[in-house]
């Protein structure tokens, strides 16, 4: 059982199979396969079953969506595209794959926030009255005479909100990612004044500690490290995490084409801007981590949902004119739901995580949509998803990735090898054979039966799969 692949990009492909974990080896005229996948005219003396990638040229597309991306895409293409492939392959040979998601869990879901404010009283005081003049238009005049109060020091800061997000995700017993800015009062290359932030992560030492301890985890909010690879060095360092190759989204999502190239070299661990400011959806087209064409250990988890570009009126976005206002969605809570459910539903469907941001203020008036947040979380975990932190989820992916897979068949028996199993504390993985279950005797692990497909546990390096 064999397939073979004659293709130009090497990276392409590579990335492919990597999205569809199956065994495969590049074309060498001669040898036999069950099949071939490329363009007919790259492999005229193939005789086998062949995927002619002449009309629809799969690896171009997913190539292409993963490096650039494509705006309001509300379709995970990537996903359906490798799906294609499978259902082809499905028809030349028994297909084994390792699919996107734990054993035991349809999908993830890297819960994150993005820290753009830690307290009223280091605000300027147009943001707060800002803030405070929304909660009035609201009716919620408590809450907007508590900014007011706070701003002068009186009372309890209403978003010093570090407890109340502890509290909260204790309740739902999960943990999450916050994304810290790295330097006060700069708003960076290339960015509008108004990105600049005003708390000090040099007085937020205990506070990290406090949440790694939690089990929570920190990253860097970038605001230099997208453009130029020593300031993200230094934004890196900044955080003060000793030991921890943080994970990055840089602030406002600001971002070019040679951001993975800059963010590898800078040492970190991951990525996850490649998003939308003003819409949910499908950016690079896949709900699975990938790693960039111009990065060497980078890897990329797409984000998925944020509030902003659900709930709110605008966001501020580059131009070659400059720095304009773009609409969000401004959706109410209903719509948003179902916007959002849209999402779940092809996760569940194609394995895979969805990233959501919810911005850290979000949680109390005039921005209060945790309802949604806790509703979203609460979906994920009837669906029997793993909820847990961005650098969580890009580590499976990465096991995953390191992962080998082959198989052979004889008369009546498929044996199935795994190399270099992870043995660390993350979910372990699972191989599904594209078989009919009747067809199956016995297998000596754990197992689950689907109407055309078997799931096995990864429990160890070799499992048989005994036919009857």
Not at 351 to 372: A, F, M
Request: charged letters at 25%; one cysteine or more.
């Amino acid at each position: 059982m064999s397939i073979g692949v004659c293709y130009p990009d090497k990276y392409a492909v590579e990335e492919a199979f990597q999205l569809l974990k199956v065994p495969w080896d590049w074309y060498v005229p001669g040898q036999q396969y069950d099949v071939v996948i490329a363009r007919k005219a790259d492999v005229p003396g193939c005789t086998e079953n062949l995927i002619d990638l002449t009309g629809n040229d799969i690896f171009k597309k997913i190539s292409d969506l993963l490096t650039t991306g494509q705006p309001h895409l509300h379709e995970p293409v990537c996903d359906l595209l490798i799906d294609t492939l499978r259902q082809e392959l499905k028809k030349y040979t028994i297909l084994v794959e390792i699919p996107p998601a734990p054993w035991g869990h349809p999908y993830m879901v890297a819960l994150t926030h993005d820290v753009d404010i830690t307290s009223v009283r280091e605000c300027r005081i147009l943001t707060v009255g800002h803030a405070a003049y929304q909660c009035f238009k609201q009716g919620k005049f408590r809450a907007g005479f508590n900014l007011f109060c706070a701003k002068c020091g009186i009372g309890p800061d209403p978003w010093s909100l570090f407890e109340h997000w502890k509290t909260l995700e204790n309740r739902l017993d999960v943990r999450s990612t916050f994304f810290f800015v790295p330097q006060k009062d700069d708003p960076g290359v290339r960015a509008h004044p108004y990105r600049a932030v005003v708390y000090d992560i040099k007085e937020k030492t205990d506070l990290l500690r406090d949440l790694d301890h939690g089990g929570w985890e920190a990253g860097v909010h970038g605001i230099d490290n997208w453009a130029d690879a020593q300031r993200g060095r230094q934004e890196m360092a900044a955080l003060g995490l000793e030991g921890k190759t943080p994970g990055n989204r840089t602030h406002w999502l600001l971002f070019d084409q040679n951001s993975w190239k800059v963010l590898d070299e800078a040492g970190y661990s991951y990525d996850t801007t490649f998003g939308y400011n003003d819409d949910a959806g499908f950016r690079a087209g896949t709900l699975q981590v990938y790693r960039p064409r111009t990065a060497e250990t980078l890897l990329e988890l797409p984000l998925h949902i944020q509030d902003i570009g659900l709930f709110g009126n605008f966001c501020w976005a580059p131009t070659d004119n400059g720095w304009v206002k773009t609409p969000c969605m401004h959706l109410d809570e209903h719509a948003a739901r179902v916007y959002c459910d849209r999402i779940f539903d092809y996760a569940k469907r194609f394995g895979g995580t969805v990233t959501i941001l919810w911005h850290y203020e979000n949680l109390i008036p005039p921005r209060d949509w945790s309802r949604l947040y806790k509703d979203l979380v609460k979906r994920a975990q009837a669906d029997g998803a793993w909820v847990t932190t961005a650098g969580a989820v890009v580590e499976w992916f990465k096991e995953r990735r390191e992962t080998g897979i082959e198989y052979g068949r004889g008369k009546n028996i498929i044996t199935i090898k795994i190399s270099n199993r992870p043995s660390g504390q993350n979910p372990p993985m699972f191989v599904r054979v594209f078989i009919d279950p009747v067809r199956v005797a016995n297998i000596d692990t754990e197992y689950r039966v689907s109407e055309d497909y078997i799931d096995i546990r990864c429990t160890r390096p070799e499992i048989t799969v005994a036919l009857l």
